[in-house]
């Protein structure tokens, strides 16, 4: 697909298991990130997000982890499914700048094992 | 479920040539973007649109590329004179307001010959 290259960090799991998908990141003023799920030949699709005044956020089957101590993201998901399979970037969003833009990371390629 | 929408989802074009990559947000949305992804690696923004200017851009983001809302609903990229490294996957997204969630297109991959 579009967003896999031989470069990319790969996490194969069997269905049913717990996936965690791990992200540093690199601006210590970022205070909004976001988890994206990007299939094949698609766009970006929203996950979950977390501000920086939490450290822990639960959705449907992901819950998103921040550390900022260490400017430590991660995303977990439960009871993975072969739908899960994508790449997954975390992105960040710096007050500063003033245009909102977003920082991706490198991308994590998730492949789920029948 | 309202969904950014982008057209053309291929454009191949010649080197030189000017492209429009077009892009209509959520509706109700007031903050715009385009990034860019070139195959096999991350996301890279391109320049964010807001009240009807630019509010930030990238280095990437040169005189050959312009963006513009021609009306309420489009929100266009044009590349004026397009080079072989500007073959990418191109996304919009839009935003209803500051930090909230990022919405992205699903993409126009333009190749340049």
């Known amino acids: 697909g579009e967003s896999v290259g031989l470069h990319l960090p790969t996490l194969s799991v069997q269905e049913g298991d717990n996936s965690i998908i791990n992200c540093a990141y690199s601006?210590?003023?970022?205070?909004?990130f976001i988890w994206y799920k990007q299939e094949s030949g698609k766009g970006p699709q929203f996950i979950i997000d977390?501000?920086?005044?939490?450290d822990k956020r639960q959705g449907q089957r992901v819950t998103v982890l921040l550390n900022k101590t260490v400017k430590h993201l991660s995303l977990q998901i439960a009871a993975t499914q072969p739908g899960d399979s994508a790449v997954y970037f975390c992105?960040?969003?710096?007050?500063?700048?003033?245009?909102?833009?977003?920082?991706f990371g490198t991308g994590t390629q998730l492949k789920v094992e029948l | 479920e309202p969904e950014v929408t982008q057209t053309p989802s291929h454009q191949v074009t010649q080197m030189g040539q000017e492209v429009i990559l077009r892009c209509v947000p959520i509706?109700?949305?007031?903050?715009f973007y385009w990034y860019r992804q070139i195959l096999g690696q991350k996301v890279e923004f391109l320049v964010s649109?807001?009240?009807?200017?630019?509010?930030?851009k990238s280095e990437i983001f040169d005189d050959q590329f312009s963006v513009e809302r021609p009306d309420g609903s489009n929100f266009t990229l044009k590349i004026r004179s397009t080079k072989l490294e500007d073959s990418a996957m191109y996304f919009c997204?839009?935003?209803?307001?500051?930090?909230?969630?990022?919405?992205f297109g699903p993409g126009t991959r333009l190749l340049v010959l």
């Open positions: 992105a960040e969003n710096p007050l500063t700048g003033g245009g909102n833009k977003l920082t």
């Open positions: 601006n210590s003023a970022s205070d909004y």
């Open positions: 977390i501000r920086s005044n939490m």
């Open positions: 509706s109700n949305h007031l903050y």
């Open positions: 649109f807001y009240n009807n200017e630019i509010s930030e």
């Open positions: 997204a839009s935003m209803s307001g500051p930090q909230e969630t990022q919405y």
